[in-house]
């Protein structure tokens, strides 16, 4: 095993263990019938060639990434409803697991780039051979409208490492505007597709 595979194994550990108890969340509300603020989560270990730029770019020394990089373990939860986001703050703050080291609210502090999402760094205790190890991990909190944004303009920051074209970053901005208003539609709609989720499931019997 090198070093990179020994530092990386308690963060590969948190993360499996923190997408199924976030994803618990989602059974929970389903077994009582409620929709769930939860829609689906997924999760990363950051790569290692993105752990030594980022290192590189903050001057992070590499004895100090455990305290200084939150985001080598990275959660994301996507909901449908932007009011879904705070039952979720709310769930997190609550539980006894993990606690919360800082929260970013990129939704109403949206980004210059467009970006929205509600951010909450976590300390969460891994138990290892070694003994108990503090994870600092990344729950990003996104409605599908903010992830759908969010995805593809990550793809085409590969591309353009952030210097868009004038013409790009006019589309990105439209693109952004064009999320914020689906969410607002959503949410106007949310009793109605409630209901919907209701009558489809009591017709189908599930
Ligand atoms: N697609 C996209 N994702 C973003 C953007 N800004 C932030 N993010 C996501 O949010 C994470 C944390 O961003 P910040 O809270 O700004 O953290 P930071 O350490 O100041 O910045 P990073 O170097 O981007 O991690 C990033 O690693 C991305 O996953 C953005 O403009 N576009
Ligand atoms: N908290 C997270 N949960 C789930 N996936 C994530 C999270 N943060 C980033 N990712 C995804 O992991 C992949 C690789 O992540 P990477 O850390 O290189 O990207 P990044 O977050 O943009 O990094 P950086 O902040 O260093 O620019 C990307 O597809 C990114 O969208």
């Given at each position: 095993?090198?070093?990179?595979?020994?530092f990386l194994a308690?963060?590969?550990?948190?993360?499996e263990e923190l997408?199924?108890?976030?994803?618990?969340?989602?059974?929970?509300?389903?077994?009582?019938?409620?929709?769930?603020?939860?829609?689906?989560?997924?999760?990363?270990?950051?790569?290692?060639?993105?752990?030594?730029?980022?290192?590189?770019?903050?001057?992070?020394?590499?004895?100090?990434?455990?305290?200084?990089?939150?985001?080598?373990?990275?959660?994301?939860?996507?909901?449908?409803?932007?009011?879904?986001?705070?039952?979720?703050?709310?769930?997190?703050?609550?539980?006894?697991?993990?606690?919360?080291?800082?929260?970013?609210?990129?939704?109403?502090?949206?980004?210059?780039?467009?970006?929205?999402?509600?951010?909450?760094?976590?300390?969460?205790?891994?138990?290892?051979?070694?003994?108990?190890?503090?994870?600092?991990?990344?729950?990003?909190?996104?409605?599908?409208?903010?992830?759908?944004?969010?995805?593809?303009?990550?793809?085409?920051?590969?591309?353009?490492?952030?210097?868009?074209?004038?013409?790009?970053?006019?589309?990105?901005?439209?693109?952004?505007?064009?999320?914020?208003?689906?969410?607002?539609?959503?949410?106007?709609i949310r009793e109605?597709?409630?209901?919907?989720?209701?009558?489809?499931?009591?017709?189908?019997?599930?």
């Amino acid at each position: 095993m090198d070093g990179w595979d020994q530092f990386l194994a308690p963060y590969h550990q948190a993360v499996e263990e923190l997408k199924v108890k976030l994803k618990g969340i989602r059974t929970d509300y389903r077994l009582g019938a409620h929709s769930s603020p939860v829609e689906f989560v997924t999760a990363r270990v950051k790569p290692i060639q993105s752990i030594i730029e980022k290192a590189n770019t903050r001057n992070i020394p590499y004895d100090e990434l455990q305290e200084e990089m939150y985001d080598i373990a990275g959660i994301r939860i996507m909901c449908q409803f932007v009011d879904d986001i705070e039952v979720i703050c709310r769930l997190v703050r609550d539980r006894e697991d993990m606690s919360v080291v800082e929260e970013r609210d990129y939704i109403e502090n949206t980004k210059e780039s467009g970006y929205r999402s509600y951010h909450i760094i976590i300390k969460y205790p891994v138990n290892t051979i070694h003994g108990v190890v503090d994870i600092l991990a990344e729950i990003q909190i996104r409605t599908l409208a903010m992830n759908f944004w969010a995805t593809i303009e990550h793809t085409l920051n590969y591309k353009y490492s952030g210097e868009y074209p004038p013409e790009i970053r006019h589309r990105l901005q439209n693109a952004a505007d064009a999320a914020y208003l689906l969410d607002k539609e959503m949410s106007e709609i949310r009793e109605e597709i409630h209901d919907a989720e209701k009558y489809y499931k009591k017709k189908r019997n599930i």
